[in-house]
């Protein structure tokens, strides 16, 4: 089944009760039961439900997996993962990353005593020379947050694998239209779907996919008895917004592109970030393992301060300043101040998170009117 098609009729099937084309949002927290322990599938909303069911079947094919998970929200998914582990264990992560990611890994897991090396996944031979007999598991971002690097899946899963370590990918910038790291050889992908797989700012939820049987039993068992589920309602959503996910990746891309060309242009841009463009360290990388390079672009801009950022955004038009990305409306953000806080500034500065790294989630409306938008802000810095 070629990708259009798939995405619009994953995991859906007409009703059998009453022929309804879109699954229903099975709004109930528990099941009648014919006797004890003898039901049609479903006891305990916690631990499944029909909507849900949908949507995971729904997450697997799109993403060619055996398996999908749908949790309450990406770090809920992330949580997930990282109790595969035990204390003592050593994860080796991409240094350049979402903030969240990083803080659960630092203030929570940490602690509970996982420990972590932040390296350049970029290059397989830094990732090798940071192995310890200890690491069980290596942890990328592909694009990455926010400075969107492109780390190579099928050479660092020949690595990790040739060590007994799990791969894990997010693939939350690619999504499964443009990327897929489990064909690649990655052994669990995560998404926040919060992003393009719902696709339209209205939802909160997380998703795993991979095909190896025992993790996945353990994975569930974790979310079950965490309880770290989305509702139906939210399922629903992103059950909807999938059906339209390659139409939307091919205008986030050829937007972004139009929009990258004018940001490298531009006097006061001093820097682009975008897997896009021939200049990005990793374009021929990015070429041979994404469909298209993404909606995602960071850029520098020419400031002396913070300060000077203060008309710019006040220029804004269209483009939001709001945390978050993958809506088909076009969001920025200042990753410095919003998304990645959470990092010491030393370490923001030592990646490349300076006070003039500016993030944008290009949307699906007209290219022109977004560069416009952004050629009227720059002005006024």
Same mark, same amino acid.
């Given at each position: ?200 700012? *209205? ?8 095909? *190896? ?169």
């Amino acid at each position: 089944m070629k990708w259009h098609t798939l995405a619009v009729h994953a995991g859906t099937e007409p009703d059998p009760l009453t022929g309804a084309v879109m699954t229903p949002v099975y709004f109930t927290s528990t099941y009648a039961q014919e006797a004890p322990g003898v039901h049609k599938g479903y006891e305990y909303s916690r631990t499944h439900n029909p909507t849900r069911t949908a949507l995971e079947t729904a997450l697997a094919q799109l993403e060619g997996a055996k398996h999908g998970i749908a949790f309450a929200s990406g770090l809920a998914a992330t949580d997930a993962i990282l109790r595969l582990l035990n204390p003592g264990d050593h994860v080796l992560v991409s240094r350049d990353l979402y903030g969240g990611t990083y803080r659960i890994m630092r203030r929570v897991f940490e602690p509970w005593g996982l420990k972590f090396d932040f390296v350049d996944t970029t290059d397989p031979a830094v990732v090798e020379a940071a192995i310890r007999p200890e690491t069980k598991m290596l942890w990328i971002e592909t694009p990455s947050n926010p400075l969107l690097y492109i780390s190579p899946i099928a050479a660092l899963a020949d690595l990790a694998h040739a060590h007994g370590i799990r791969l894990v990918v997010d693939n939350t910038f690619a999504t499964p239209y443009l990327q897929a790291p489990l064909e690649m050889g990655a052994d669990i992908v995560v998404h926040s779907a919060t992003k393009y797989l719902g696709g339209h700012s *209205d939802v909160v939820m997380g998703a795993v996919m991979l095909n *190896d049987d025992e993790d996945a039993q353990r994975l569930r068992f974790i979310q079950n008895a965490v309880g770290a589920v989305p509702g139906p309602m939210d399922c629903f959503l992103v059950l909807r917004g999938i059906k339209t996910l390659p139409l939307r990746m091919q205008k986030h891309s050829e937007n972004a592109q139009k929009i990258s060309e004018f940001l490298a242009t531009h006097p006061k841009v001093s820097k682009v970030y975008y897997p896009g463009l021939v200049t990005h360290p990793q374009y021929l990388l990015a070429k041979q393992q994404m469909r298209l390079p993404g909606g995602m672009i960071s850029f520098e801009v020419k400031i002396n301060s913070i300060e000077d950022l203060k008309n710019f955004w006040k220029s804004l038009q269209i483009f939001t300043l709001a945390e978050s990305l993958g809506g088909v409306e076009s969001l920025i953000n200042h990753p410095a101040v919003m998304t990645h806080a959470s990092i010491p500034e030393t370490e923001r500065l030592a990646l490349g998170i300076t006070p003039g790294l500016l993030r944008l989630s290009v949307g699906i409306e007209d290219a022109d009117d977004l560069v416009s938008d952004l050629k009227a802000a720059l002005q006024r810095l």
